[in-house]
């Protein structure tokens, strides 16, 4: 029950669940803290819910768009992981409040069976996505944003972490000409995905990860590998940054770094890397957290004892959140 618990604070990737109404809606499931029901509840009166067509299904979506905004403004996709919600993913990164002070739109999807088909393609989770055609999903959402007036085309950003990093990797694979930049966190590109990404373009990424991750393997493999039912496998960490390396044309000049220790009780440090020496600008970074689990830096400090057990420590040294937004906006398409 605490790890059922910690799983939906966190949106990890691990059990099956089928979507529901109470998703939909943002009403948590059985088990969920008071203190994640209240954020949730003051961010949903923040945010209208949308929902389009994709093929036969029915899809949803939720939005923030600032008052200050006339016209067309930077759009960010903010997805969630494995068994979470777009609610519970807008209540705990805060990015309404960074949009509000930085002027762009922020929108938060629903993925079906509370998640995301990223690639992995085993039947386990193939069942519990539904077979969902995702990235149909996102073009049409975009589509519409840019014919409403909302969103520039050029402007168009991706964030998202565990499930949803590796469906971040996903559409940065096939659907790249709709994206400026892309961040990832706690998630490596699946295998099957990698074996046949052919991205169009170079595309900006920047990628966190953790070098203690239990679920997300670093060094490549099973995801989740303790659990019963089948995760599907991720080539490593490092692996993953070469490729998009490569598929950026990056020389070998690469800047070496760390972020500030400024926890020194979460027992994290995190490395640096960046390659700027790379094709049309297209700049890649990759923050290696030491000793870091399966959590959003600086965002999954809710219930530290829980996370731990299951997710392994996250560092308090950088917000993903305000680390996301710097890195994007510097960019377009």
């Known amino acids: 029950m605490i790890a059922r618990l910690t799983l939906l604070v966190l949106g990890l990737a691990l059990t099956a669940c089928v979507e529901s109404s109470a998703a939909q809606s943002g009403r948590l499931s059985r088990g969920s803290s008071p203190e994640l029901e209240a954020a949730i509840a003051r961010v949903r009166a923040e945010l209208s819910m949308e929902n389009v067509r994709v093929g036969d299904v029915e899809r949803t979506y939720y939005m923030?768009?600032?008052?200050?905004?006339?016209g067309p403004a930077p759009l960010l996709f903010v997805l969630h992981g494995g068994n979470g919600t777009a609610l519970q993913r807008a209540a705990q990164t805060g990015f309404n409040a960074i949009a509000d002070r930085e002027g762009f739109v922020v929108v938060y999807p629903q993925g079906l069976g509370n998640g995301w088909n990223d690639g992995r393609?085993?039947?386990?989770?193939?069942e519990r996505q539904q077979n969902a055609d995702d990235v149909a999903f996102f073009r049409v959402m975009i589509d519409r944003l840019i014919a409403d007036g909302l969103a520039d085309p050029d402007r168009v950003y991706l964030s998202g972490g565990s499930n949803g990093g590796m469906m971040s990797f996903r559409l940065a694979c096939e659907a790249t000409d709709t994206f400026a930049a892309v961040v990832t966190m706690v998630a490596n590109l699946p295998e099957p995905l990698a074996a046949q990404c052919r991205p169009t373009r170079p595309l900006p990424l920047l990628m966190m990860h953790g070098t203690a991750d239990p679920l997300m393997p670093p060094e490549g493999g099973s995801v989740a590998a303790f659990t019963q039912s089948d995760q599907g496998r991720v080539i490593s960490a490092e692996n993953t940054i070469s490729f998009w390396l490569r598929n950026n044309?990056?020389?070998e000049d690469v800047e070496v770094g760390a972020i500030e220790d400024r926890d020194p009780a979460d027992g994290i440090r995190t490395e640096t890397r960046t390659w700027t020496s790379c094709r049309d600008g297209a700049t890649v970074v990759a923050y290696r957290m030491v000793g870091a689990g399966h959590g959003l830096p600086g965002r999954s400090s809710n219930r530290p004892e829980l996370n731990a057990r299951v997710g392994g420590r996250s560092t308090n040294d950088f917000d993903s959140s305000e680390a996301t937004w710097s890195f994007v906006h510097q960019f377009r398409r």
């Open 64 to 70: 923030h768009r600032p008052i200050s905004l006339n």
């Open 121 to 126: 393609d085993t039947s386990f989770l193939l």
């Open 249 to 251: 044309g990056c020389g």
